[in-house]
């Protein structure tokens, strides 16, 4: 669905050098810390930026290609976007009526309902949560085939966040050739979402993995400098030194559980994971 080789871009100190793929049907997510560079992916993805180098295909074609047809198969939530705030939610479904030959209004408005958007009130009057819920519906209102939302959930208290996330699960699962491309600073958003995760750090992929792998795989081994001395380091991603010897993150936390039951072998949160990738000593 979409395929990202070597895209490049610069900023003053700040170089962004990624590559990925996201295939058809998955729900993907980027995450990583404030200015690792996640929205500079998105703009350069929708051709908002000029990027220095690399290629971007979407649905098989040079981005810079795209159809109006095509784009319109493209549903888009940025983060610094959104209507006028004069607007409301029935002008806002006018506007999106003339944009899109596929707009579902009557899924739109059904949506409104459910999540109490008022349809005559000036957006600038809504929420943060009500703003965030009507961008996503903007999104998927017009049945498109590929989703590519940059910090949706920002700003959201826990309910909203839920109420947005079972928006896109419920958008995922009326058609399953459905995608999405979703960026996030809170692990947890992603980690009951998503179906493959990339992590970025200081504009560079640190991590890709699923997230089943993740979660069932990795491990944090806490143990003792002795302990670490003796240890078969063959499986561990990453050390980090501390007050009572070492953090170990491993991907094969079986390998450790089976051979060193006695050790303390942790879960590991996606937060530790990423703090370990980022921050911890390569072996
Ligand atoms: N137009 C610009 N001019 C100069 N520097 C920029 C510009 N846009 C982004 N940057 C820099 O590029 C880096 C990556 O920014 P980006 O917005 O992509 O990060 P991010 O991961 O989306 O962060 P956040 O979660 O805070 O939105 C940052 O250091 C930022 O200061």
């Known amino acids: 669905m979409l395929k990202i080789k070597d895209l490049k871009k610069s900023y003053d100190l700040f170089q962004l050098d990624v590559s990925f793929e996201i295939p058809r049907g998955c729900i993907t997510g980027l995450i990583g810390a404030n200015g690792a560079g996640k929205s500079t992916i998105f703009k350069g993805i929708l051709d908002l930026i000029s990027i220095d180098g690399g290629t971007i295909e979407i649905f098989g074609k040079d ?18 976007s959104g209507f006028s705030g004069f607007l409301t939610v029935q002008d806002v479904a006018k506007i999106l009526e003339n944009m899109y030959s596929q ?16 349809l005559k009130k000036q957006i600038k009057e809504f929420s943060t949560g009500m703003k965030a819920k009507l ?30 996330l079972s928006m896109l699960r419920e958008y995922m699962e009326e058609n399953e050739n459905r995608t999405i491309l979703i960026s996030s600073h809170i692990s947890t958003d992603l980690e009951g979402l998503c179906d493959d995760l990339y992590m970025i750090d200081n504009g560079k992929v640190v991590l890709h993995e699923e997230i089943d792998t993740l979660l069932g795989q990795y491990g944090l081994l806490k143990i003792s400098s002795e302990q670490y001395d003796t240890l078969d380091k063959n499986y561990l991603l990453r050390k980090k030194r501390e007050s009572w010897g070492y953090a170990c993150l491993t991907n094969q936390k079986q390998f450790y559980l089976e051979n060193y039951p006695s050790y303390t072998m942790e879960k590991g949160s996606i937060d530790e994971v990423i703090t370990m990738m980022i921050k911890g000593e390569k072996i």
Do not use: N, W
């Not at 159809?67 to 198969?73: I, Y």
């Open 103 to 118: 707009f579902d209004k009557a899924m739109f408005f059904d949506y409104c309902k459910r999540y109490q958007l008022p």
């Open 135 to 164: 961008k996503i519906l903007t999104a998927i209102s017009h049945k498109a085939e590929f989703l590519l939302l940059d910090e949706p959930t920002t700003g959201l208290d826990v309910l909203a966040r839920e109420d947005l």
């Open 63 to 80: 981005y810079k290609t795209l159809s109006k047809k095509e784009k319109e198969k493209l549903g888009v939530v940025l983060a610094e």
